[in-house]
């Protein structure tokens, strides 16, 4: 038994993008997504018959915006005292108590700095769970509204907020937490409208990791139509070698390195509504 680290695993995969619709730029950090657009019915004339319309399949480039690595060493005596379970445990611990976090708040807070997103200042905390469906209600309707489909609708919200809309008496709450195609109960800790992605390796700390951006907010509720999201890993390596393939220390070793993107489609803002903390 390991003193482990109570984390969670990723609430945000679920809006992971399908490599095959992203085609390769032309330079290595960049790549391609269609964007289509066409004209609106014109008039007929009996005479001349239909009037031409325009349709356009244009090749929006984007770049990758997430690269991030790590390097571990256990030291093979070390390995073999705890029974393997210095090193067998390395890969699983790392993904559930660093990878996992990171992605969730480095995923939230790209979409919630995304310009021309739905966004809602709320002046203060949630007291009640009546409070929490209205601002649900309002923000599906405004969805509604900008003709986002109700389908793939995915809420991600803090536990605290989620538990205080459920405990609601069931027919006033089941109208709205029913609307969503699925409900991510998200950790406050990976909720912020901006993150600073750490790396004090320059100040011989090593810690990495995240943390609140000193201009950072609270991010109480996220509802994202997944289609309006790109999120996808280009290149995933973790990489593990033996103390006999190990040139420069008698130590297991595992190298991770995650490179993708989070990103909008620039037509499919409206796909996005997000309700944070009020900045003043």
């Known amino acids: 038994m390991l003193d482990e680290v109570f984390k969670k695993a990723s609430f945000t995969s679920v809006l992971n993008s399908d490599s095959a619709t992203i085609r390769q730029g032309a330079n290595a950090n960049e790549f391609l997504v269609a964007k289509l657009s066409m004209d609106g019915l014109k008039d007929y004339e009996r005479n001349s018959g239909y009037t031409r ?7 929006e480039t984007l770049k990758f915006n997430y690269d991030r690595g790590i390097l571990f060493q256990v030291d093979s005596m070390d390995d073999e005292e705890t029974v393997g379970l210095s090193f067998g445990r390395l890969g699983a611990e790392f993904q559930r108590t660093q990878v996992a976090p990171e992605a969730d708040a480095f995923t939230l807070s790209t979409l919630a700095q995304e310009t021309g997103i739905s966004t809602k200042l709320q002046e203060a905390a949630f007291a009640t769970g009546e409070e929490v469906l209205d601002a649900l209600r309002e923000a599906m309707n405004k969805m509604d509204e900008d003709e986002v489909p109700s389908e793939q609708r995915i809420l991600f919200i803090t536990p605290t907020l989620y538990r205080l809309a ?6 006033v709450n089941k109208g709205v937490l029913d609307e969503f195609a699925s409900i991510q109960k998200v950790p406050a800790s990976r909720m912020y409208t901006k993150i600073d992605l750490v790396d004090d390796e320059a100040n011989g700390t090593m810690k990495g990791g995240y943390k609140k951006a ?4 609270a991010i ?21 070698i033996t103390p006999e393939a190990n040139q420069s220390a008698d130590a297991y070793m595992q190298k991770y390195r995650k490179y993708g993107t989070v990103d909008v489609y620039e037509n499919k803002r409206a796909g996005i509504y997000l309700c944070q903390e009020n900045p003043s």
């Open 166 to 171: 459920s405990n609601v008496v069931t027919y």
């Open 220 to 240: 109480y509720f996220m509802i994202v139509h997944k289609p309006a999201v790109i999120k996808f890993d280009k290149h995933v390596a973790s990489n593990i």
């Open 53 to 59: 319309g325009d349709v356009k399949m244009e090749w």
């Open 214 to 217: 000193t201009d950072g907010k």
